[in-house]
């Protein structure tokens, strides 16, 4: 199901064939750092640049005798070159070229995430602009609570995504680092100005210090921030699923024709696109605990990441890509019911309008305490019905002491709680 979505961009890059052209390019700019350096004859370079190239089946067929694909991979290439193969890894230990390339896949996998993200919250901007006033019960233990707006809703939303885009921006750009530095990290065979010219072709920067391998916590930290990607999203999922709840009924996903949502009950219109969201983050956040588990490596190297690696860093990216593309999905469907909205504020005779209440009786009667039981005892009443909390406030001897029927009425007005809404769209957009 994911690949259907994220084949032909986020799939492609992590295919076996795009691992190896990754691979060839590192070993391609090393061999342009040596030729500039003069350690390879230019002769050579414009050699290996023709006919430099590799044969899937062919690495296969090696590393089946080998049982090392870094090796395969070299004598594949080399009997495409010719004798001037010679050149290519020169000086080089596996990882400078496994680590490098992977840098280089992680950091077009991120580019790929990053349009959807901000496809994404252009998304959630114009919808909070569009309900920037529109009411929406607001709910605190899943219990209705004061009046707020759908726009707010949006826009913690916006703001949510915008720190997980900023997070997930900076940690690709730790991870976007190159390091041909041998077997150990010294340099001892290959000079420190051959990984600077060479990660200069590539677009990447360098590894101040590295051992055999690039660290593992800007892998740790660039998979951390992709399940915290997922949760938000699974977050704005979970909002969307209570909304759509049958009693609730003021969002939803859309519904296609001729789409169908049990193969029992005809009636059903299910949140399973954003049930699938829920899902998928938890894969990823799963993923974020193996990539911190690499951290920890022995030495200058050992290859305890590597399997684990070769799971969760295309996993994580295509999950993240794919979920993305379902929320721009729903975003783009998503189905809201203002009327509805408006019904459940006035539920109970607009029981959510009690702390209004509260607060005038307190001011009027002097004490907070006796205030908050005068009001307390009529908001109880109005959930066992079947009148409704503001006809109740009036019947009630104690508060019409102190209130009157218009100034009850005040209390019930919904402009009150949205007078605000614009200063904080201001702090936002």
Same mark, same amino acid.
Request: aromatic share 8%.
């Given at each position: 199901m994911i690949s259907r979505y994220t084949l032909p961009q986020m799939g492609e890059l992590w295919s076996e064939k795009s691992k190896f052209r990754h691979w060839l390019d590192v070993e391609l700019a090393v061999c342009r750092a040596m030729a500039q350096a003069g350690i390879i004859p230019h002769r050579a370079l414009r050699n290996i640049l023709k006919k430099a190239d590799f044969d899937v089946s062919r690495i296969n067929e090696i590393e089946a005798t080998t049982n090392h694909d870094v090796i395969s991979f070299l004598t594949s290439v080399s009997e495409f070159v010719g004798p001037d193969a010679k050149y290519i890894?020169?000086?080089?230990?596996?990882?400078?070229?496994?680590?490098?390339?992977?840098? !280089?896949?992680? +950091? $077009?996998? @991120? =580019?790929?995430?990053? &349009? $959807?993200?901000?496809? @994404?919250?252009?998304?959630?901007?114009?919808?909070?602009? *569009?309900? $920037?006033?529109?009411?929406?019960?607001?709910?605190?233990?899943?219990?209705?609570?004061? %009046?707020?707006?759908?726009?707010?809703?949006?826009?913690?939303?916006?703001?949510?995504?915008?720190?997980?885009?900023?997070?997930?921006?900076?940690?690709?750009?730790?991870? =976007?680092?190159?390091?041909?530095?041998? @077997?150990v990290g010294n340099f001892a065979n290959i000079d420190p100005k051959i990984e600077a010219a060479a990660c200069r072709f590539l677009g990447l920067k360098v590894d101040k210090v590295s051992t055999q391998v690039i660290q593992r916590d800007r892998h740790g930290s660039y998979i951390s921030a992709l399940a915290l990607l997922a949760s938000s999203l699974e977050k704005f999922a979970t909002e969307i699923r209570n909304l759509q709840r049958t009693e609730v009924g003021e969002m939803a996903e859309g519904f296609a024709r001729g789409q169908k949502g049990s193969s029992a009950m005809p009636h059903k219109r299910n949140p399973i696109t954003a049930e699938r969201l829920t899902?998928? @983050?938890?894969? /990823?956040?799963?993923?974020? !605990?193996?990539?911190?588990?690499?951290? %920890?490596?022995?030495?200058?190297?050992?290859? =305890?990441?590597?399997?684990?690696?070769?799971?969760?860093? %295309?996993?994580?990216?295509?999950?993240?890509?794919?979920?993305?593309?379902?929320?721009?999905?729903?975003?783009?469907?998503? #189905?809201?019911?203002? +009327? *509805?909205?408006?019904?459940?504020?006035?539920?109970?005779?607009?029981?959510?309008?009690?702390? *209004? #209440?509260? !607060?005038?009786?307190?001011?009027k009667l002097g004490s907070r305490d006796r205030a908050y039981l005068l009001v307390q005892r009529n908001a109880m009443k109005a959930y066992e019905g079947p009148k409704g909390f503001q006809?109740?406030? &009036?019947?009630?001897?104690?508060?019409?002491?102190?209130?009157?029927?218009?100034?009850?009425?005040?209390?019930?007005?919904?402009?009150?709680?949205?007078?605000?809404?614009? &200063?904080?769209? $201001? *702090? /936002?957009f």
């Open positions: 890894h020169f000086g080089m230990t596996s990882s400078d070229m496994l680590d490098t390339a992977l840098s !280089l896949q992680m +950091k $077009k996998a @991120a =580019a790929l995430i990053d &349009k $959807k993200i901000v496809a @994404a919250l252009d998304k959630i901007k114009n919808l909070a602009l *569009r309900h $920037k006033m529109t009411p929406i019960i607001g709910r605190t233990h899943g219990v209705i609570a004061e %009046p707020t707006t759908l726009g707010l809703k949006f826009a913690v939303w916006y703001t949510e995504l915008e720190r997980g885009r900023e997070r997930f921006r900076q940690a690709a750009e730790d991870c =976007a680092v190159g390091a041909i530095s041998g @077997a899902g998928i @983050a938890r894969v /990823v956040r799963g993923y974020s !605990l193996a990539a911190m588990e690499n951290i %920890p490596l022995w030495h200058e190297r050992d290859i =305890a990441h590597s399997s684990v690696e070769r799971i969760i860093i %295309p996993d994580s990216t295509i999950i993240v890509d794919y979920g993305l593309k379902l929320f721009n999905d729903i975003l783009e469907r998503l #189905v809201i019911d203002e +009327k *509805r909205m408006l019904e459940n504020i006035y539920r109970y005779g607009g029981i959510v309008f009690s702390q *209004r #209440v509260l !607060l005038l009786l307190t001011d006809d109740l406030l &009036k019947e009630d001897r104690d508060i019409r002491h102190y209130l009157s029927e218009s100034e009850i009425d005040s209390c019930f007005d919904l402009d009150y709680y949205l007078r605000n809404v614009g &200063k904080i769209f $201001k *702090r /936002v």
